[in-house]
């Protein structure tokens, strides 16, 4: 069945230090692929997504790239800031033949970034 | 902005209760979604609704049913509560139709314990 694995945290940064999230997935075709965040007392919010291979997907300085030969989307950012702070989840959603669809969440990658 | 609203933050039942989770949104979204958020498990779909009166049985509907009666809400009912309900209830809306590259907007949660 679909699965999503993603790196286990807590991530533990200094800020302005170089951010990656491991994202691998397992799914039938070719599912749109997303990154969400959760700041801490919220909801989730979408921070970028691409819906082909290839496709780089980007937001607030964050990008991902969407490998359909490694099924791949590995999340990085340059230079992390206090404020990113938050646990990311990376998601798939595919159309499926015998039901509406499929969506598939990770576990969810906490990140701390420290002054 | 889309507005995804959520009746209670926090809400404590005994077991046995029938509770009530109750989720708006004003978008005029077709498609709205019930998940449950657990430490190291991440998202997991329970039930999705694509238009009113219409649902879909996620991966965990055991214990759970819905209800959709107008297009802006969608309700979660837990008929009789058990102690392995306790989680953090997430609603979610998207724009839909059947368009799996479409974002999911979230509510900010409601944390239900059940005693």
């Known amino acids: 069945g679909d699965s999503v694995t993603q790196m286990e945290g807590p991530v533990t940064l200094s800020e302005e230090a170089f951010l990656t999230i491991n994202c691998t997935y397992t799914?039938?075709?070719?599912?749109?692929l997303f990154w969400y965040v959760q700041y801490p007392g919220e909801g989730l919010q979408l921070l970028l997504k691409?819906?082909?291979?290839?496709d780089k997907g980007s937001n607030k300085g964050f990008e991902a790239t969407y490998r359909k030969e490694t099924t791949s989307f590995h999340l990085e950012k340059g230079s992390v800031q206090v404020s990113d702070s938050a646990v990311y989840f990376c998601?798939?959603?595919?159309?499926?033949?015998?039901?509406?669809?499929?969506?598939?969440f990770g576990a969810g990658t906490q990140v701390v970034v420290t002054p | 902005d889309v507005k995804v609203t959520q009746s209670s933050r926090y809400l404590v039942k005994r077991t046995g209760e029938k509770v009530f989770l109750e989720c708006v949104q004003d978008?005029?979204?077709?498609?709205m979604f019930w998940y449950r958020q657990d430490p190291g498990l991440g998202l997991r779909l329970i039930y999705f609704?694509?238009?009113?009166?219409?649902?879909e049985k996620g991966d965990i509907p055991e214990g759970y049913s819905v209800s959709r009666e107008k297009k802006e809400r969608f309700s979660l009912i837990l008929e009789s509560a058990s102690t392995n309900q306790t989680s953090m209830y997430l609603c979610?809306?998207?724009?839909?139709?059947?368009?799996?590259?479409?974002?999911?907007?979230f509510g900010p949660g409601t944390r239900l314990l059940v005693l």
């Open positions: 998601a798939t959603s595919r159309r499926t033949t015998d039901s509406w669809g499929k969506f598939q």
């Open positions: 799914a039938t075709g070719y599912p749109s």
């Open positions: 691409a819906t082909k291979a290839d």
């Open positions: 978008m005029d979204h077709e498609n």
């Open positions: 609704s694509y238009d009113v009166k219409m649902k």
């Open positions: 979610a809306s998207s724009l839909g139709p059947r368009d799996w590259g479409e974002t999911q907007y």
